[in-house]
């Protein structure tokens, strides 16, 4: 909230240069991904938590009192990177850890639970941020934002693990036999990471289909900022508030998925994601753009995000139960270098259309391909197990 504050500020209205500053956000998936994937099956999975988080508080703590105040944005867009490519270690290591704290049969509720928190935090964060930098400011907002980081990183010393890794020399061929002890370089890492998710069918069927869904969200998502900012004529707070109805049906989504859906295969949930998902940002649009009604822009939020909360947990969970430990860091990375891949491509090319075409057009066309795809997927991919 307050990146898209400061970028208003800037330059109001404006899908291009939202893009931009989003671009920096998504390269380091490319540059440092890789590579962060195959130091996480080597280091501390919690150490490497507690590191990022310090590390990216000091930088939005220096946004905050230095950079914007710069009349150039391009310092800004170089520690939006660096905080980014601190991300690229974090999240894979933070998924990578699950299965060293839950006994297996935990995975699903563990993962539901990872991501009901996740879900907690977006709408507090999209609540309390976007009060903040509507009324106080870009500098708040990154204020309170360096104190999260700081407090997640006293947090994490919290954790316990139950269950260990083996030695970090030792490699997992298809997720069975053991290798002889090798020292082993990152590309030689990387490499044998790209062996390891061709030979799991699921997985790589898994990565796929997430690209897919990441392409939709791209296509939309500068699009829609700019959209709600010019339909209700607000900077961060309509956004914010529609955040926290995505936010808490996309928790009750979860939720309930956590609770009764072990008995859907993830394939099928990806799909049906993709289709009503698609279909209420058709229905989103359309509402918005014929009648400005904040009621019924936060009530189809809430929709969307609960038609969409399950697809955040059932990957994660089939990665898990699947993926050998001392491989899990390389797969994970493998899926962000995907999908936001996926992600970047489809959000530039939309950008790069909005130019031309009204964003309702745009919204309403992304929401309809993904509708087919999510249709084509299930009747072709839906007994998947």
């Given at each position: 909230m307050a990146l898209v504050g400061l970028m208003t500020l800037r330059h109001p209205g404006?899908?291009?240069?939202?893009?931009?500053?989003?671009?920096?956000?998504?390269?380091?998936?490319?540059?440092?991904?890789?590579?962060?994937?195959?130091?996480?099956?080597?280091?501390?999975?919690?150490?490497?938590?507690?590191?990022?988080?310090?590390?990216?508080?000091?930088?939005?703590l220096w946004a905050a009192?230095?950079?914007?105040?710069?009349?150039?944005?391009?310092?800004?867009?170089?520690?939006?990177?660096?905080?980014?490519?601190?991300?690229?270690?974090?999240?894979?290591?933070?998924?990578?850890?699950?299965?060293?704290?839950?006994?297996?049969?935990?995975?699903?509720?563990?993962?539901?639970l990872s991501t009901i928190t996740g879900m907690i935090a977006l709408v507090l964060g999209a609540l309390l941020g976007s009060l903040i930098v509507e009324y106080s400011g870009s500098f708040s907002g990154f204020c309170w934002d360096a104190a999260c980081y700081f407090l997640s990183g006293v947090l994490v010393f919290t954790i316990a693990a139950l269950r260990r890794r083996l030695p970090n020399k030792k490699a997992i061929i298809a997720g069975a036999k053991e290798m002889l002890r090798v020292e082993k370089s990152v590309w030689h890492e990387i490499v044998?990471?790209?062996?390891?998710?061709?030979?799991?069918?699921?997985?790589?069927?898994?990565?796929?289909?997430m690209a897919i869904l990441l392409a939709a969200v791209g296509?939309?998502?500068?699009?829609?900022?700019?959209?709600?900012?010019?339909?209700?004529?607000?900077?961060?707070?309509?956004?914010?508030?529609?955040?926290?109805?995505?936010?808490?049906?996309?928790?009750?989504?979860?939720?309930?998925?956590?609770?009764?859906?072990?008995?859907?295969?993830?394939?099928?949930?990806?799909?049906?994601?993709?289709?009503?998902?698609?279909?209420?940002?058709?229905l989103f649009a359309s509402t918005v753009e014929a009648t400005h009604d904040r009621l019924l822009a936060l009530g189809l939020s809430f929709v969307l995000g609960f038609v969409i909360g399950p697809v955040m947990v059932a990957p994660n969970t089939v990665i898990n139960k699947i993926c050998a430990l001392e491989m899990s860091g390389k797969v994970f990375a493998a899926l962000e270098f995907v999908i936001f891949m996926a992600f970047l491509l489809a959000m530039m090319t939309s950008s790069f259309l909005s130019q031309h075409i009204p964003g309702f057009w745009i919204l309403t066309t992304a929401g309809g391909i993904f509708i087919v795809v999510g249709v084509v997927g299930l009747f072709k991919f839906g007994e998947k197990s």
């Open positions: 404006s899908v291009a240069e939202m893009s931009k500053l989003l671009v920096f956000t998504i390269i380091p998936a490319f540059i440092v991904g890789p590579i962060a994937g195959v130091y996480i099956d080597r280091w501390d999975r919690r150490t490497v938590l507690f590191i990022c988080y310090f590390l990216q508080g000091l930088l939005v009192f230095y950079l914007i105040h710069l009349p150039d944005m391009w310092p800004m867009y170089g520690v939006v990177f660096t905080i980014f490519s601190l991300s690229r270690f974090y999240v894979p290591a933070k998924m990578s850890l699950i299965p060293e704290i839950v006994h297996e049969d935990d995975l699903h509720i563990a993962n539901s044998d990471g790209i062996h390891y998710i061709r030979s799991q069918k699921e997985i790589s069927f898994i990565i796929g289909m296509a939309i998502y500068v699009v829609i900022i700019v959209f709600i900012q010019q339909a209700f004529h607000s900077v961060t707070k309509d956004l914010g508030f529609l955040a926290v109805a995505l936010g808490l049906g996309a928790f009750l989504g979860s939720l309930a998925y956590g609770r009764w859906g072990k008995k859907i295969t993830a394939f099928k949930v990806i799909f049906w994601s993709l289709i009503l998902g698609g279909g209420m940002v058709v």
